[in-house]
């Protein structure tokens, strides 16, 4: 058996120095290796440089229907789970290797330059520019998007959950009165409505005046916002 391979190799290798020798091999394959890194070079200098607002000409027979998405349906997740949707040039992690290749192979089949990324992520995945587990989109024209990849753990089903009382206005004020009603409900004042009917509601509305004032002040002083509201800012504080 090992015989038999050694014969094919030496027969391979005679049937390829017919046509080209070593030095000339090598240099086809150096300039090949070459060219590839050039390109992806080109790839993270559009991923990591000031994002375009050119719609990507693609070949439609050729996208999975699977990954196109409109911005209604990113802003409802990035909302959801207080995502923003930024530029790529706005993440600050690594872009890895994989990403790269299947961009590279996009253009590849599509015959194109891929511009204008967009990437789906926490705040803290991003530069934010003070005014104060990451997907990868490209633009593809009607306010369509492209995934082109997910890396990173998965967004934890707990935070869509841990964030709903700052989806937005309506739902801050909700959790504030849950809040209220749970406090009030342990107070002692059932000897207080002998005398005042009324003590169970006035002290539940003062309680939710209190309680909404100061997790108002306490959330808008540190900057934040509601989910709504910051999903597409590149402003940490606005």
Known sequence: MLQNKLL??????????????????LAEVSAILGENTRVREQILTQLTHQGSTKMNQLD?????????????????????????????NLFKNEIPAEAITKIRLMEQSHQTTLEGFKIMAPSKAFHLINYDDPLLFVPIGNNYYYLIHQWGEEINVWRKMKVLPIKNLM???????????????????????????????????FTFKSIFAVLAYYFF???????????????YNN
């Open 171 to 205: 739902n801050f004020t909700i959790f504030t009165l849950l809040i209220s009603a749970l406090f009030t409900g342990v107070m002692p004042v059932h000897d207080i409505s002998k005398s005042v009917p009324l003590a169970p509601v006035l002290l539940f509305l």
């Open 221 to 235: 002083m540190l900057g934040k916002n509601f989910n709504e509201e910051i999903w597409q800012r590149k402003y």
């Open 8 to 25: 094919l190799e030496r027969e391979l290798l005679a049937e390829r120095n017919k046509s080209k020798s070593e030095k000339d091999i």
């Open 60 to 88: 439609v027979d050729l996208l999975e229907t699977d990954k196109i998405f409109h911005i209604d349906q990113i802003k409802t997740i990035s909302v959801a789970y207080r995502l923003r949707f930024l530029d790529s």
